[in-house]
């Protein structure tokens, strides 16, 4: 199992927006192959930034399926707009 972590600063005055989006968004990662899990973290600190977690079988399940399919598009073009700066996106293995 890989862990993707991504820190999401969204653009002032566009986190409802962002929320609602992403439960759209949500749907179409949730019916790609390899997807185990996911969740998004709203930041106590700062109410523009968020943490999104999924889990993912395989590493190209993410880089290569997701990444690479159709269905990324529609992802992008429901969320990429949000986000500034980009997100930094990582991945993480279990080892304990």
């Known amino acids: 199992m890989i862990l993707e972590v991504a820190m999401l600063q969204v653009k002032p005055m566009m986190t409802e927006q962002f929320e609602q989006s992403f439960k759209e968004a949500s749907l179409i990662i949730s019916s790609t192959k390899g997807y185990i899990d996911h969740e998004l973290h709203h930041c106590m600190e700062d109410k523009n930034k968020y943490v999104l977690l999924v889990k993912w079988e395989s590493l190209e399940d993410h880089t290569i ?7 990324y598009l529609e992802w992008k073009k429901l969320l990429h707009h949000y986000y500034e700066p980009f997100p930094t996106v990582e991945h993480f293995q279990r080892i304990i």
């Open 65 to 71: 399926g997701f990444r690479q399919s159709s269905e």
